[in-house]
């Protein structure tokens, strides 16, 4: 029934989603994983973080926790100043992984931004280079619901303190 614009939200992905959210990412990463991450890396950043692509090789770790550690420390050095205090990555459509992420992490924090639908779709329509391209409506229509239901989610469990949201239709930005 989603096809041919799925989510992985709703049924039959709900136990892929219950593991995602309970995960701590001190699960193993093994040497193809972490190849594999790369190459991904490679293939969406190039143009965006090329001095970062220029040295994924670098980049190890046994778990997921370590290997983003040192991918968030990686960045810092190359686009940071040396009087940087704080480093941070975006996710667009990812906060299933935020959870995870805030478990490895007891001191990260997190600001979700839920924009207007209108404004994703305009923007994402005008991109350029990897991933660009005209999509269907209801292929946003489902990721923002996603995006937007796991934003009140993670606000609403233990994880919400270290959390703060933020809309466009805030009157007060």
């Known amino acids: 029934p989603e096809r041919p614009t799925p989510d992985w939200f709703l049924d039959p992905r709900q136990p892929v989603l219950r593991t995602l959210l309970d995960a701590d990412f001190s699960e193993a990463m093994d040497a ?3 190849a594999r991450v790369r190459a991904d890396i490679r293939r969406w950043k190039a143009v965006q973080h090329p001095r970062l692509v220029a040295r994924l ?18 960045m ?15 996710f667009s459509w990812c906060e299933e ?3 995870a992420l805030m478990r490895a992490f007891p001191d990260m924090r997190v600001v979700l931004l839920v924009r207007d639908l209108r404004a ?25 619901r996603k995006s937007v239901a796991l934003t009140e989610a993670l606000l609403d469990s233990e994880l919400g303190a270290r959390a703060c949201m933020v809309s466009d239709q805030d009157t007060d930005l």
């Open 97 to 99: 992984f935020l959870p």
């Open 57 to 74: 090789d670098e980049l190890r770790g046994d778990t997921f926790a370590e290997f983003y550690r040192g991918l968030v420390t990686r």
């Open 32 to 34: 193809a994983t972490q």
């Open 120 to 144: 994703i779709v305009a923007s994402q329509d005008s991109k350029r280079g990897p991933g660009a391209g005209r999509r269907p409506l209801l292929f946003y229509i489902r990721h923002w």
């Open 76 to 90: 810092a050095e190359l686009y940071g100043g040396p009087d940087i205090r704080m480093a941070g990555t975006k």
